[in-house]
């Protein structure tokens, strides 16, 4: 039996940027891939301001850009409460968020893998395709598997569960996981051949049943995401729901979009319910989870691989700066996650709100705070937790009080 300092399972962003970091630093990792290839999941492709701080904190912002790595500098939100010439004298420059970042970073998913993946093993990670996991224990840490017709177990200080939202790892380790109420479908596609779209902003907008965000990858591909109603469950489905998915992005509100609608569906078109989830201490004794299986964030502000990049750094820097893995080694990373989880999901919950409700009075509500946060931005600053960090916005932003004072539910 093999034995190693690390073992990933998982060899997405979150296990092969912990795994590049770790053998970095002269680590043995040993990294676990299920896929031989990694495809078009619709999942994160957009890094805020503080996450992009965060890949360089961790040593690996310069790869991404190599990689193709594509800033956003521009950001416009769009409304069928005002006129387009409106929203655009708003344009936000996204270059005020973080010390020496132009604004979001954007990788296509599969491609940002790949990269950190190549870069675990070049960094000298035992990093290995093809596996299915088939036992896993941790007093002590152990992890079998199979690959290639092969049956192998090795064992490790610790067992490092990255494997995403139905995480195996977290499964064993009994690692509860908790889930709010879904409060609308979430749906994305990347679209090719939208080549008259700016390649440096980023949108959002809601008009009659739907809300939509915008983020361009450069040479005419963006990544767009559509919000809906609950009861809308089939609205997209069916051979030609990627095309009435593209088609329904034609809005008065956002004249530009009608670049969007000229493009290709170049992927899968995936819906997916909202809603949060959480761990209440994402480690236990032999184990600790990192990314999505450790919890997630609402998608509407795309904050998974922020939050991935800031479970790398601190947890990586708690196992260099301690030569006991003892469970009490990870308590600062449980106790930062969970309140910056807290708070994101809080803004989060603010912005379906605004954004993701329909109808004559969730028209008349986004008017209201478009006029009111004109004049009091105080009631915006849950986007700044959103873009600068959960830690930048006052404690204050993060109540209810607050929630009462955006949406307009003050008695």
């Known amino acids: 039996m093999t034995s190693y300092d690390l073992a990933i399972v998982g060899g997405g962003i979150g296990g092969s940027a912990l795994a590049t970091v770790m053998a970095r630093a002269g680590y043995s990792v040993l990294l676990l891939e299920q896929s031989d290839a990694y495809v078009d999941r619709v999942r994160g492709e957009w890094i805020a301001p503080w996450g992009v701080t965060e890949t360089r904190r961790v040593g690996l912002y310069d790869l991404l850009v190599e990689a193709g790595g594509h800033h956003l500098t521009r950001h416009i939100t769009y409304d069928e409460s005002r006129a387009p010439a409106e929203a655009e004298a708003r344009t936000l420059p996204l270059g005020v968020f973080a010390p020496d970042v132009p604004g979001p970073l954007c990788l296509g998913h599969p491609l940002h893998c790949q990269t950190l993946f190549d870069a675990a ?72 051949g939208a080549d008259d779209w700016p390649d440096d902003l980023q949108a959002i907008g809601t008009e009659g049943d739907l809300g939509f965000l915008a983020f361009p990858q450069g040479d005419g591909r963006v990544r767009l995401y559509g919000g809906y109603a609950l009861d809308e469950a089939r609205r997209f489905k069916g051979d030609d729901g990627a095309r009435r998915f593209l088609d329904a992005f034609a809005m008065r509100c956002s ?157």
């Open 255 to 411: 004249p530009e979009n009608r670049h969007l609608v000229a493009g290709r569906p170049a992927g899968p078109l995936f819906s997916y319910v909202n809603a949060d989830s959480w761990t209440d201490e994402p480690f236990a004794p032999g184990v600790v989870l990192v990314g999505d299986a450790a919890g997630w964030n609402d998608p509407i502000v795309g904050l998974g691989l922020s939050i991935t990049y800031r479970d790398v750094r601190l947890v990586s820097d708690l196992l260099k700066a301690n030569a006991d893995w003892i469970p009490e080694t990870l308590a600062p990373y449980a106790e930062e996650r969970a309140e910056r989880m807290r708070r994101l999901r809080f803004a989060a919950s603010l912005q379906a709100g605004l954004d993701m409700e329909f109808g004559e009075a969730a028209k008349a509500r986004r008017r209201r705070h478009f006029e009111q946060s004109a004049a009091d931005p105080t009631l915006g600053l849950h986007g700044l937790a959103v873009m600068a960090g959960p830690e930048v916005a006052p404690a204050e932003i993060f109540t209810e009080a607050h929630r009462a004072r955006v949406l307009g539910l003050e008695g």
């Open 121 to 192: 093993r070049a960094a000298g990670a035992d990093a290995r395709r093809g596996v299915q996991v088939t036992g896993l224990a941790f007093d002590p840490p152990r992890v079998a598997f199979e690959q290639d017709g092969g049956t192998h177990e090795a064992a490790a200080r610790l067992i490092v569960g990255a494997d995403g939202r139905t995480s195996q790892v977290r499964e064993a380790a009994g690692i509860t996981l908790h889930q709010d109420k879904p409060h609308h479908w979430f749906a994305g596609l990347l679209v090719e």
